[in-house]
């Protein structure tokens, strides 16, 4: 067992993958052989990530406010408090707050062999106002 009780400092999203205010604090990563990766993202009202997928999928689940969420060619859905999303794995798609509130979800992937946990892509380009 192991207990953290120092966090690495909060980050901000960078502006290559996010469109708006978005804070990131990560709450694990342990060591090898786990590949598990959890973030909790704070995004501010409109805020949202870029397009992009993940190898072995991703869970979102919800804190607080309301968000959006889409996959590629599929509708944007709400999504609130208390909800959890599921993303397969390789889906493309983007997620981030509703435009007149903010909303926190924790993100929960597993890293690829190589590490890797994300791969992005273009900006989105039809926000809903």
């Known amino acids: ?63 607080e406010g309301e968000g959006l969420v889409q996959r590629e060619g599929g509708d944007v859905a709400a999504i609130r408090a208390g909800d959890t999303v599921w993303i397969e794995p390789g889906e493309r798609h983007w997620h981030g707050a509703a435009p007149g509130t903010f909303m926190t979800h924790l993100a929960v992937v597993e890293a690829a062999e190589d590490g890797s946990t994300v791969e992005w892509h273009e900006h989105v380009d039809h926000y809903p106002a």
């Open 1 to 63: 067992m192991h207990i953290t009780t120092r966090r690495p400092d909060t980050l901000q999203g960078p502006a290559e993958h996010f469109t708006g205010t978005v804070w990131l604090d990560e709450i694990a990563a342990p060591e090898s052989p786990s590949r598990l990766r959890m973030f909790s993202v704070h995004f501010a009202p409109g805020a949202h990530t870029a397009w992009h997928r993940h190898p072995h999928g991703q869970v979102l689940h919800v804190l």
